[in-house]
């Protein structure tokens, strides 16, 4: 990822006073911003189709254990992080190319009672991962791989820091057919920093690296009846004060449209891989 590609991701994905407005959002739908727990900040923190119902099923297929020292590939701010903690007694190092994130994930981590020994969170590139190789017990990423062009590199930089035998969990967007996409999207403004690849190229990548594809799994009816959820509850009370909307920006709703229609039409759809470290 070049120096320009990098700053271009960064800036889409910045916002100014966010932990502001999630702590305000959080207030108006009657939570305690002192009395914080993990599934109160779910709505907002999980930046991924299907938002926590995914990443409880990532987690099932991953099979982490307790005590582990797992890598966040891309944090963001930090909902899976916290989950893998709170859930599964995991210990968790989240970096992300974002500062602002990561010093909000580390914020709302300390709203819920989380130290440094439970979670930490770095900022860093996935490519060049600031960690002596065979550091962690396992590693996943949701929705990353969208912004990176070299999935070759990635793969390597994570097999680095990785011990023989780790699994890494990957939940990503990727193609699942030709045709133009209409932007912006969630992950991306212009077609500038979105790199979508087909499953074949994932596996490709993550096989040159060394690791062994344990299980794969197209979620794209998964995420058609996510999104027909999200649509019934807007139009039963309304977009809720607390949700991605915060993250996304003012034109949350164009870039939630374009990434639906691109599900629906077949072009593209959330996959998960699991693959072990030979």
């Not at 582990?68 to 989950?83: C, F, I, P, T």
Request: glycine content about 8%; hydrophobic content about 45%.
């Amino acid at each position: 990822m070049t120096d320009s590609t990098s700053d271009s991701v960064v800036r889409h994905y910045s916002g100014e006073n966010l932990e502001q407005k999630i702590l305000t959002a959080l207030a108006t739908a009657g939570k305690d911003v002192n009395r914080l727990t993990p599934e109160d900040l779910a709505p907002v923190d999980e930046f991924h189709i299907g938002g926590r119902a995914a990443t409880v099923e990532l987690a099932a297929q991953a099979q982490f254990t307790a005590g582990q020292h797992l890598l966040d590939v891309g944090s963001g701010l930090g909902g899976a992080s916290r989950y893998f903690a709170h859930e599964h007694r995991c210990r968790v190092t989240g970096i992300d190319l974002t500062q602002s994130f990561v010093q909000v994930a580390g914020a709302l981590a300390r709203r819920i009672g989380f130290e440094e020994s439970r979670v930490a969170y770095r900022q860093a590139s996935a490519l060049d991962l600031p960690f002596a190789a065979a550091t962690f017990d396992g590693a996943y990423m949701l929705h990353v791989g969208m912004n990176i062009a070299d999935k070759t590199a990635l793969a390597r930089a994570v097999a680095r820091v990785l011990k023989p035998g780790a699994g890494f969990a990957i939940y990503d967007v990727m193609r699942a057919d030709t045709g133009d996409l209409a932007f912006p999207v969630p992950w991306a403004t212009t077609a500038e920093t979105s790199f979508l690849a087909e499953p074949h190229v994932y596996r490709q990548a993550l096989e040159a690296a060394g690791f062994r594809v344990r299980h794969e799994r197209n979620r794209r009816d998964f995420a058609i009846e996510f999104f027909r959820r999200m649509r019934a509850q807007a139009a039963q009370s309304g977009p809720p004060p607390l949700g991605l909307h915060l993250v996304m920006g003012i034109d949350a709703p164009q870039k939630i449209a374009n990434m639906v229609a691109a599900v629906e039409r077949g072009l593209i759809a959330p996959v998960e891989m699991i693959v072990i470290l030979e």
